[in-house]
């Protein structure tokens, strides 16, 4: 990642997160850490890394389904359908 995602994640803005009313915003950041400095610094960069991390482990223990839009056509008309263009994309 570049340097400058090595911010550290300051405990004032966990804090400030975990408080909110909001359950989604309360849950979103783990709460500051009390290990006197034992732990690595928490950065930007490395939140986002752990995050990415998890989401790989959780889409390899699933078997996805992955949803394909159709355009029925390409003038973005309403009531408009051509048969050939929706063929076309199918067989991509």
Excluded at 52 to 73: A, F, G, M, Y
């Amino acid at each position: 990642m570049r340097e400058k995602n090595n911010d550290t994640m300051k405990d004032s803005l966990r804090l400030l997160l975990r408080s909110s009313e909001n359950k989604f915003i309360s849950e979103v950041l783990p709460p500051p850490s009390d290990d006197g400095g034992t732990k690595m610094v928490s950065t930007v960069s490395r939140f986002f890394q752990n995050s990415l991390q998890e989401l790989i482990s959780i889409i390899d223990e699933t078997n996805p389904h992955w949803i394909r839009c159709v355009k029925p056509h390409s003038a973005k008309k309403p009531r408009m359908f051509r048969g050939s263009e929706v063929m076309n994309q199918l067989r991509c």
